[in-house]
């Protein structure tokens, strides 16, 4: 079994457990934008990646720093919740257990949720152009695009759209370069 299908397999009871509540707690668009804000906070942060995914930094630690950035950000449940995966040892899944809620959450919603890879920020009239081209490819009417800035892609961007994944990045038309040159 593959590390991310490992990953996806533990984030979905959890992802699934918050959609319960937040649909309990009728408070199903706070919790997405709670989220939202947090997987942001996730991407542009390595420090604070590399914090909460680091086995020999202690639970209290771990607890006071998501309490002093988040506590008057997000809704209390949403709060405890992140306090009972530092509780178990899963914040280091808290990307994946984020991502999995928004896909279920959308998914009751009939959205579409893409996740973006891009070397740089893009404008709104890019953001607005690749919206539209993913409604006109998946045929949906709702699109939330989730946007990761990734240096390492040179130019260009990838998108994965389910389990499709479409790669328009320098960083990956050197690697289709590279193959077909080993391979002559």
Do not use: C, W
């Amino acid at each position: 079994m593959s590390n991310q299908s490992m990953m996806f397999k533990v984030a979905t009871p959890y992802a699934e457990a918050l959609l319960g509540i937040a649909k309990k707690e009728n408070a199903l668009s706070t919790v997405n934008e709670d989220l939202s804000m947090i997987l942001n906070a996730l991407s542009e942060s390595i420090d604070l990646k590399n914090i909460l995914s680091n086995p020999l930094i202690g639970v209290l630690a771990k607890k006071s720093i998501l309490i002093e950035l988040f506590q008057s950000k997000v809704h209390s449940f949403v709060l405890n919740f992140l306090l009972v995966l530092v509780d178990r040892r899963r914040i280091f899944l808290l990307s994946a257990i984020i991502n999995r809620y928004l896909e279920l959450s959308y998914k009751a919603e009939s959205t579409v949720v893409v996740q973006l890879f891009t070397a740089i920020v893009l404008s709104d009239l890019q953001h607005n152009a690749i919206i539209e081209k993913i409604k006109e490819m998946t045929q949906s009417q709702n699109v939330k695009l989730m946007i990761e800035i990734d240096s390492s892609l040179i130019g260009g961007f990838v998108l994965k759209i389910g389990s499709k994944v479409i790669d328009t990045s320098l960083a990956g038309k050197l690697r289709q370069i590279s193959f077909y040159l080993n391979k002559s």
